[in-house]
């Protein structure tokens, strides 16, 4: 395994470009706007999605699911179904063999694959509406649809509950008879809906609390939202006669779909290849496995390829959206706004099986600020409603966004400016998270002070008009990750990555590579290797991909440099210390450079045959030194007080990137992550019946902003380099989402001066609100 | 000798002991010190675990060195979406 800490011999952060060999041209790549090598592909519609794959003799996948939010499945008669002319396979639990209780990680939310395979295929019960009970391979999708139909289901239907604090109740429906809360003493002997208990602790609270001249106490509730990628899950599955699988799917992690349909269906590893297509977004959601398991199962009993393509609201009612959640926030502070002590109790939702995002809620909450006393109590509750997935940054923004609104009203009661505030306590170098280890270089404070010098900041707003600022973090990772990078006979570059491209990655890979090896970007082309392919890779999520990738990409460019010096002595007849690799070429120094010519990578490229075989490097690393990325954003709205409606007039976000490898890709994560927050804050919400169904399962009822409802989303680019990166990179995706709630809230309290607690801040809650208070009339 | 804490539950495995005073060169041989100690903690450790050493987090890097003066924190594991 590579050495992974790269700096040695790179100049890191922001000051230099970060590398020590220039281009033969002259040009750095890197921090400029590259034209992005998928992007014909995507405006003529060539681009290769999961639902454009195709086979010979391929037959459709439908999935058949629960109407019942809770209920026992006491039998499952596939009989008429499979006898209809056309049907070729039908599925159940009983295709799938059990897993033993083995909790695996799975970035920050712990899975149990007991859990994986039930939520997969249901088997004692079917736990939320449209949990996967069985599913079919037909010859046509009128076939498929009508073979759901002939599978008889006898369901027991259960009480069901939805809301978190609801199912925490002692009497509430039970899930799982086999779940008992972890992290309380003494160990419980009834089963219950609460899966854990878990807190982080630092100093004394109470003992702060006394030292506080203010202290406002707060709780705060947050509906479920998805992920709401433009593209739904979609799989195409062949199995062959030996058992060996080729899988295509939109997923954020082909090796990690491989791993779990392995794991899930008893292959071998080696035998399962798959194949990331194009991705239409992800934002966490596409980083476990929904339909990849069944069209697998179903082809190798079908004998035939299978594809699976879920719809929208099967989206909706089937895969994981973020969790629903309560916040009790209470924070003191000295009347000059110096923070004294922060509690906080999160009651997240994780869906129908345990494993909400709550933990990384509970050590970010107050993790933008420097306080001595803190205290922040989790649980992870299970409910009737599909298992949450990551959704950018998890946990985090529902955390921040309950802080946030707190230390707004904190500085309106002090009277301070609310950049002023943050300024005061705000986590620098060396101060000690709430999570436990001190900060390294971070950027807060860069953003802070950004945004107070726009002119945004100092534009003057009218009546109903509001403005407000919020500071968010996430703490990004780095993790395994493979890549090559091959030099081709006529001097060109291949790349090969193994982590989907959700966000710019071959772009920022393709610069990168070009700058080490001193090649024109344009002959260095990019693409996502298949695991069959390329080794093995961690999923792209935690915001790590540019990161680890490039980390890995100088690795393999140093392997190539220096099997070019390698082969120059031996034309040559030279020792080391007479050639160096420069400015993309070996260059004879000395006396020498009087007998030779320096030759260019592409130069070894043609004789690469000649002078000892292929050249390459691939770069194996399990990347470290990932640093936090903050953010600040400043938002103005405007409230219509006869509708309730709301309108963002002006949004700036200003976030540490560490630097910027595309700055068009990185300023594209901000404005995403903001316009995700504006929907998250304003209007998306699930709507659930009485009868546990979800009443708003698709994109005309469960509103996401569309880019006609948001103004250009104003960017600023701070870069405070990551030390322990060769190009002083920090991962941005995840941060742009955190900081919006509060901002909003913070702005609509501005704007009508009340304080909403409850997301979304849809137009009928804000009406209500407002003639709850007479101030309805214009 | 490196100053180690557990953040978060793992507290609950040591009979509420969270801070400790240990002899590692590595986070490897720091795993093995505490799963020794306290063999309830090894399954969590195997898990998957962050170790931070000297505020610098790592995952799944058994071979990371720690120094003798090294403040190190056993957190939950990171990922993201």
Redesign the interface.
Known sequence: MADNKIGADHKIGAETNGHTDGQSNGAHYVGTRTIRPDGVDKVTGRARFGADYNLPGQLVGRVLRSPHPHARIVSIDTSRAEALPGVKAVVTRADFGDQPSE????????MNYKDVVRNVMAREKALYEGHAVAAVAATSVAIARKALKLIDVKYEVLPHVIDVVEAMRPDAPLLHDDLFT??V?PKPDKPSNIA?????KVGDVEAGFKKADLIVEREFKTAPVH?GYIEPHAALATVSEDGSVELWTTTQGHFIVRAHCARLLGLDISKVRVTATEIGGG???K?VVYLEPLAIALSKKAKRPVKMVMSREEVFKASGPTSGATVRVKLGATRDGKFTAGFAELKYQAGAFQGSPV??G??CAYAPYDIEHVHVIGYDVVSNRPKV??????GAPISEYAVESVVDEIAKKLGLDPIQLRMMNAARVGTKAA??????PIGLEETLNSIKKTEHWNTPLRKWQGRGVASGF???????TTVSLTLNEDGTVSLMAGTPDIGGLRAALASVAADELGVPVEKVRPIIGDTGSVGFNFLT????SAFSGSMAIVEAAKQIKSELVARACKLWEAKPDQVEFKDGAVRPLGALAEKVKPMTVAEFGKLSGKLGGPIGGVGRI?A???GPSFGTHLVDLEVDPETGRTTILRYTVAQDAGRALHPAYVEGQYQGGAVQGIGWALNEEYIYGDDGKLQNAGFLDYRMPVASDVPMIDTILVEVGNP?HPYGVR?V??TPIVPPLGAIANAMEAATGIRFTELPMSPPKVLKALRDKGLDKA | MARV?L???LA?LTGGVAEFQISATSVKHLFQQLAEAHPALAPHLE??VAV?I????????LF?PIKPDS?V?I???????
Do not use: H
């Not at chain 1, 909790?103 to 712990?110: D, K, Q, T, V």
């Open positions: 909790f695996i990680p799975a970035g920050e939310m712990m972890v992290g003493e854990k208990r878990l807190e982080i992920q934002f966490g959601g980083t933990q990384p509970t050590m997935a990551a959704y950018r940054a998890p999570y436990g280890p001190k900060f390294g996430w703490f990004n990772i780095g993790g395994e999520g935690g915001s790590r399990n470290q030194g990932a322990k991962g995706g995840e | 804490v953040i978060g539950n609950q898990e998957g931070a000297d505020g610098q987090i790592y995952q799944d890097s990371e403040e924190f957190l939950p594991q990171i990922a993201g979406g």
